[in-house]
C-alpha cells in the first residue's frame, strides 16, 4: 500500500503537466492584469487639483456638508432649541422626473450640533430631527441612536431638542413641552478641544432612485435635495466668548442653478426665530460618491474562477494511465490525494494574484487622485485569504463534482453554472435584486462575500444590492456555504469509490 506522502507525490506529479501550470499562471495573470488595467483607467476628473476627501477621526472616507449656524462653547454647557417646522425641496423625482416637488428625503436632517470646529471630518455629536425617522443622536459619522418617532413637527407641536456638554461627554436630551425631558443618547468624543463650536444645522442627501436596466437590475441614481429647519427659544449656555452667531457652509454650498436661482442654503435670523437651509449629509462615506474599495481591484476574479475549475475538473477525469495504477479505478485515498493537491495548488494560485492585485490597485488608483476607500489591515487580510480559500474550496468542489459525473464536459457546466455564472451575473445590475441575493445565499458563489469591504448603515440610503458591492450573507456564512457543498460532494465521491487497497472490479473510462 502507498503511504499518503506517496500518494500526496505521486499526484504532485501527474498536476505539474506544463499545460495545468500554464493554465494555473493564466488564472493568475487574468486576475492580477483585468485588475491593473481597471486601476490604470481610472483617473480623478477635475478643473486642477481635487480636493482632499474628508476623513472622519478614525480614518475613514465621510461625507461632512451642510448648513451651520454656531458660536463658541467652552468645555462646560448646552444649547436649547424649540423646532417649529422642518420642510424641503425634492427635484425631479419619480415618477415622470419632470417637476421639482416639496417634500423631504427620509433622512434629511436638522438640529442641533457641537463640533470640532468647522473642518470637514471633524468630531460631532449632533441632536435632530429627521425626515422620516424621528428624533435622532448621530456622533462621528458612524454611530446612530434611535430617539422618539412621532412624525414630523409644526408650530401647534413643535419639538425641542437640548445638548448637553461636559467635557468630553455630549448627552442629547428631547422634549415636547420644554419641561419634560427624555435622554435620547451620550457620546464621548475624544479630544474634543476646550472650546468647540455649537449651534444649528440642516443638511439633506440626495434623493436615491433606481433606474431599471437588463434583465430586472437596476442602476442608482440620485437627484439634488434641500432641507429647512425653523427654530426659536435658542438658549446658549457656557459661550466661550461674547458675541454673536456665525454663518458657514461645511462644504460645498450654493453651486447649484435651484440654490442660485430659488434658494439659497445658508441661516438667516429674524426676531429670535433662525431658518437654516442646507443639503449635503453627515455620516459614513462610500462608494455612493464615487469612492473605490478593495473589490474594484479584482475584476478579473470571474474568469480566474472559470479557469481553476476547468484544471481541477480536467485533472479529476484525466487518464488513470499516467500513474503507477494506469486504468485501473480510482480509490478514496486516490481522491483524498487529488483534492490536497487541487486545493493547496490553487490556495496559492489565488494567494499571489490576489495578494498582488489589492495593493497594487490600490496604489495606482490613489497615484490616479482616485478615493479609496481604507480597510483596516486585518480586513485586507480576510480578503486576501479568504479569496484564495474561496478558489481553492471551489476547485476541491468541481474535483469531486468531476468524480461524480465521470465526464469533463458535463461537470464543466454544472460548475460553471453553480459556482462562477452567479458570482458573474450578480457582478452587474442585470437581474433583480432579490433573485441576485437568493443566488449568492443558496449557490457556491455566496463565499465570494469574503471580499466585500463595505458596511451597509441603516442611517445611510444606499442601493444594498450585490451589483452596487453588498453580499447578502457575511464572510463567514458565505464561506460556510460553499465549505457545506464541498464537504457534501467530496462525502458523496469518496462514499462511491473503494477505500485504499482495493479496486473495484470494473474498469471505469474517465475521458
Known sequence: MSTNNELLRREWTRFRRPGRLIAMAAAALVVVALGLLYASGNHASCDGPCPDDPVGPDGSLVDDQ?????????????????????TGTITYPPPNHDRIVPGLVPWAKAGIIIKDGVRRGSSYAALMLTGSHGVRMQHDYRHDTAGSDHGGVSAKSPRWL????????????ESADGERWAKVGTARLSGLPRTARVGLFAASPGDLTLRPVGLGGATEEVRFTQASGVFDNVTLKGAAAAGGWTKDAVGEMNQTDWEKNHKASGAVEESGTFT????GDIGPGGAEGGARTVEHTLGGLAIGLLIVLVVAIRFATSARHDGPTGGAPLT??????????VGAVTFVTGLLAVGTVVPAGLAILKKN????IEVPALTGVRVVVGVAAALALAAVLALALATLLRRAWPAILVAALTIAAPYAVTSFPLLP??????????????????????VAYPQVTAHYAPSAGYFPLPWWGGMAVLCAYAALLVGLALRRLPAGGERAGE?????
Open 369 to 372: 487622485g482616485v478615493p479609496v
Open 66 to 86: 451642510f448648513s451651520f449656524l454656531h458660536r463658541d462653547l467652552g468645555e462646560n454647557g448646552s444649547i436649547t432649541v424649540r423646532m417649529t417646522s422642518m
Open 162 to 173: 437640548r445638548l448637553t456638554r461636559s467635557g468630553e461627554t455630549v448627552t442629547g436630551y
Open 507 to 511: 474498469h471505469v473510462d474517465w475521458r
Open 332 to 341: 478514496r485515498r486516490e481522491l483524498t490525494a487529488e483534492a490536497v493537491v
Open 433 to 454: 435584486d432579490g433573485l441576485s441575493q437568493w443566488l449568492l445565499r443558496i449557490t457556491p458563489a455566496a463565499a465570494f462575500a469574503t471580499q466585500q469591504t463595505l
Open 276 to 279: 437654516v437651509t442646507g443639503t
